[in-house]
Structures are given as structure tokens and as C-alpha cells.
């Protein structure tokens, strides 16, 4: 199958943390908390998928070179590159024979909260994939110069591909601020995969880098809703968050810094009331 006209299921998950410490663990703030789960939680989350879905998730890799029986693939990511990956999450996953996508904010490495250079190699030798979520995490990346944009993927390739002894191809988006241009400049600086947070199954391609859609994951959903967004087939918690995720674009792109707080009030507001029309449905089946 060509690469746009593929259909994957990502799901974004950030970091794990114990008893509420919610800045041990990635960025810290009222923003990046609503993406934290107890690693309690994430286990839960974890149990369930594999009761739905016997077989392991994919990584990218395996993924573009067909091994996928005819299934729709499911791949799981972890942005940001907070500690917990190392500390908590990559066990999770390896006790169900599983491997993840570790998507690292290159500028971070080695501050407190986040993955060092020798937990970032640890994670590849133990068969998961990295990747980069740019240099420095700019707050709205798809405002940013084209020169910008080149500095942020290049700078944070060349940093994790000198530290793992492997060219990264795979990247995502920070913070949901998506564009074209994101993606071409990505592409020019060699990322093959593009993860972004839009809440699609379709597969795009960008001067020749895949660009992939995530259904996120955050506090306090329950494990069957999470269970929900890995259908192959069209789900309600899918649909909500395709609607969800268009109700939000105008103060995405309004609100700048304050945004991350808006968008937690919006979510716990609306995630229980989105009126679900024929157009998001149709949206989450893309």
C-alpha cells in the first residue's frame, strides 16, 4: 500500500509518575501534568489493550516495510523524553514482549526530569525505538521561521544520532502546533515519520516523510476509553476526540503560552459533552 493511503492507530502517551509526583518526570506545569499518568494507571491502560489486541504494537519500522499482515497497525509513543521512560515505562511495556517509540527533546537531555544519555542508549539496545521532539520544544512550532524550524530537527538529530550510533528518521510535533512546513523541514533535515497530535488513522506524506496522526491519552481516562481508541474501526472515544481536537484549533493557535492550561479546562469541560456530528465521525476515519 502506498504510504498515503495507509491507515495506522498511534497512541500519545507522555510519562508515568508515583503518589502525584508530577514533576519528576518531563516538563513540568499544570499543562504537561494533564499527561501523566500513574504508572498504576498506564499499567491498566497497557492490561487492556493487550486483552483487545493480542498481538504486540509495531514500531514505525516494521510498519513501512509491510510487516503487518494486512492489519491495521497499532504503535505506541512517548514524547517529551522524560525519565520515567527508563525508570518506569520501558518495563511496562517489555513484561508484555511490547516496545515503544521514545520521542526526546534533545535540548533536555541530562536535566533533572529527564532520560540521560546512557538510559536513551540503554532504551535502544532493549529494542525500542527514538526519536526526536525537536531541540528546545518551542511552544508553537508551526509559527516558527523556516530557519527555525531546520535548526530544531537538524540540532536534535545530529545530538541523538552522535549519542545512539544511529540516524534518526522518526520525529513528532511538540505541543500540537502542526504545519506543512513543520513536516517539510523535518523531511529536509531526514525525517522519514512524522508523528503529529492530530487525532486521525490516516497516513499522509510530506516531501516524502510519512506524517501520522495520535489519539492522545491523558489522566484520568479509564482503561476501557482507552481500549476504544485502538479499534480499527471507528469508535465514539475516537470520534469525540477528532471533534474535540477541531473545536480547540481557534484558541490553539489564539492564547500562545496560555494555551496549555485552556486546553486541560477544555478537555475536562468537554470531553464528556462533545456533541458527535456525521463530519467528525467521518473526520476519525481518515
Not at 530557519?147 to 500540537?176: F, K, N
Not at 482507552?226 to 476526540?241: E, H, N
Not at 484558541?251 to 462533545?274: N, Q, S
Request: hydrophobic share 40%.
Amino acid at each position: 500500500m502506498a504510504p498515503n493511503r495507509m491507515k495506522a492507530i498511534t497512541l500519545m502517551f507522555h510519562d508515568a509518575v508515583e503518589n502525584n509526583r508530577f514533576d519528576e518526570s518531563g516538563f513540568s506545569g499544570l499543562g504537561p501534568a494533564l499527561y501523566k499518568l500513574d504508572v498504576h494507571e498506564m499499567e491498566a491502560h497497557f492490561r487492556r489493550i493487550s486483552a483487545l489486541i493480542p498481538e504486540p504494537p509495531f514500531l514505525v519500522n516494521d510498519v513501512l516495510l509491510g510487516k503487518t499482515g494486512g492489519r491495521t497497525p497499532l504503535l505506541l509513543t512517548f514524547d517529551d523524553g522524560g525519565v520515567s521512560g527508563a525508570t518506569l515505562i520501558a518495563d511496562l511495556l517489555e513484561k508484555r514482549g511490547w516496545r515503544g517509540h521514545f520521542l526526546v527533546t534533545a535540548g533536555s537531555v541530562h536535566r533533572a526530569g529527564f532520560l540521560s544519555s546512557s538510559q536513551i542508549r540503554d532504551l535502544k539496545a532493549r529494542g525500542h525505538l527514538i526519536g526526536t521532539h525537536s531541540w528546545s520544544h518551542p511552544e508553537r512550532m508551526s509559527s516558527c521561521a523556516w530557519g527555525t524550524l531546520v535548526e530544531e530537527w537538524h540540532r536534535s538529530i545530529a545530538s541523538l544520532s552522535d549519542l545512539t550510533g544511529e540516524q534518526i528518521t522518526v520525529g513528532s510535533v511538540p505541543g500540537g502546533f502542526y504545519s506543512r512546513s513543520v513536516a517539510r523541514a523535518a523531511s529536509v533535515c531526514g525525517i522519514q515519520t512524522l508523528f503529529t497530535s492530530e487525532p486521525v488513522k490516516r497516513c499522509g506524506l510530506v516531501d516524502g516523510c510519512l506524517v501520522l496522526g495520535r489519539f492522545r491519552v491523558t489522566r484520568g481516562m479509564t482503561p476501557s476509553h482507552v481500549a476504544s481508541l485502538c479499534s480499527a474501526s471507528t469508535s465514539g472515544g475516537q470520534m469525540k476526540q477528532y471533534a474535540l481536537w477541531n473545536l480547540m484549533k481557534a484558541p490553539r493557535f489564539a492564547t500562545g503560552d496560555y494555551y496549555p492550561v485552556i486546553r486541560g479546562a477544555l478537555l475536562r469541560l468537554l470531553e464528556g459533552k462533545t456533541r458527535i456530528t456525521r463530519s467528525s465521525i467521518r473526520g476519525a476515519e481518515r
